[in-house]
């Protein structure tokens, strides 16, 4: 196929090589050049401008947009379509809020225009693995593009196939799935990132359980020290608990065995915030994935005042002097 590219960030322009590896022909185009003449040099077309990248598209156009959600992707989206006709397929790639979907589909709709939001899993490693996609919006439009999804998608690799799974009727063991209607897609993409942080603060609390058995608060007889880049390493394989996250985590404590070039704040991109907040509007209890959110908005802060007012009272009824300073580890 022949497919626009917009957006050619650290996704983007894999997404794009892995697209030219496949056979399908691309025209990218990104706000700075550079990223550009890279893809170019790899056999992509370059566009010089959003216009110009439509007009190098056969109709019907598929035009997929790679940019940072909010108001960078609402600006794009309107933009694109603004160029585009009936029949052109316009894909968000992105991380937007499923509700930012629904409204879209719904004002492209009338023009004719197939919206598709595609929840993209894969990171910097999707270009060598492939990317795992979660698609909404009109059945039409996820069939055309099929050929693109299945060039993304890892496709079912050696990964065995689960007892029952040939009765299906769907794309799901090809690491590709139309999920259902406009936002579907973002929506199943928001609730996987949310179970990542639940995922990612279990391993991050074990981990710091193991390093704490080497301290002074351990009686010295159950004292270990415990090498965490070998365990970490042991358990990726035969363990249950075994998973890509650990996989990455073992590298990275064979990178830097204490981790010290982490200052530990952490982030979060938005998508943990919304799955706690479609948990409240579904009335679904999500205890570990709001403990995991609150964990990251905590590693921002050195003492948060609550903690501060905890001193307080602990000394007021007790007598308890906290220390000055938190004791090192």
């Keep these: ?72 992707t609402e600006r794009m989206v309107a933009e694109i379509a603004a160029l585009l006709a009936p029949g052109d397929v316009l894909v968000d790639g ?61 496709g079912p690799g050696d990964i065995p196939r689960t007892p029952g799974a040939e009765q299906r009727a769907d794309t799901s063991e090809e690491g590709w799935l139309h999920c259902g209607g406009p936002g579907a897609g973002h929506f199943v993409k928001m609730v996987h990132n949310g179970i990542e942080y639940g995922i990612m603060q279990s391993y ?13 608060a351990v009686p010295e007889e159950r004292r270990y020290d415990l090498d965490l880049a070998a365990v970490t390493e042991l358990w990726r394989r035969g363990s249950v608990i075994g998973s890509w996250l650990l996989d990455l985590t073992a590298m990275a404590l064979a990178e830097d065995p204490r ?44 003492n948060t005042f609550a903690e501060k007012a905890l001193s307080a009272m602990r000394e007021k009824f007790g007598g308890h002097v906290e220390p000055a300073t938190p004791p090192e580890r």
């Design 1 to 72: 196929m022949r497919i626009g590219m917009v957006g050619l960030g650290r996704m983007g322009a894999n997404m794009a090589r892995r697209l030219l590896r496949g056979g399908h022909e691309v025209v990218a185009w990104n706000r700075s050049p550079e990223p550009v003449r890279r893809l170019e040099a790899e056999g992509a077309e370059g566009a010089a401008s959003l216009a110009e990248l439509v007009e190098r598209l056969p109709a019907p156009r598929a035009v997929w947009v790679m940019v940072p959600a909010g108001e960078v």
């Design 94 to 154: 992105g991380n937007s809020h499923f509700h930012d979907d629904v409204r879209r589909a719904r004002e492209l709709a009338p023009r004719g225009i197939h919206y598709l939001d595609v929840g993209t899993s894969g990171g910097i490693w999707g270009l060598e693995r492939g990317y795992c996609l979660m698609i909404g919006g009109p059945k039409e439009g996820v069939e055309r593009l099929a050929p693109i999804f299945r060039t993304l998608a890892p």
């Design 204 to 216: 991050a609390e074990g981990l710091d359980i193991l390093r704490g058995a080497s301290t002074d």
């Design 259 to 302: 981790l010290e070039r982490y200052s530990g704040y952490v982030q979060d991109s938005g998508e943990g915030r919304w799955t706690i907040q479609a948990a409240i509007e579904e009335a679904v209890p999500a205890e570990a994935l709001t403990a995991a959110l609150y964990a990251r908005f905590r590693s921002r802060q050195r």
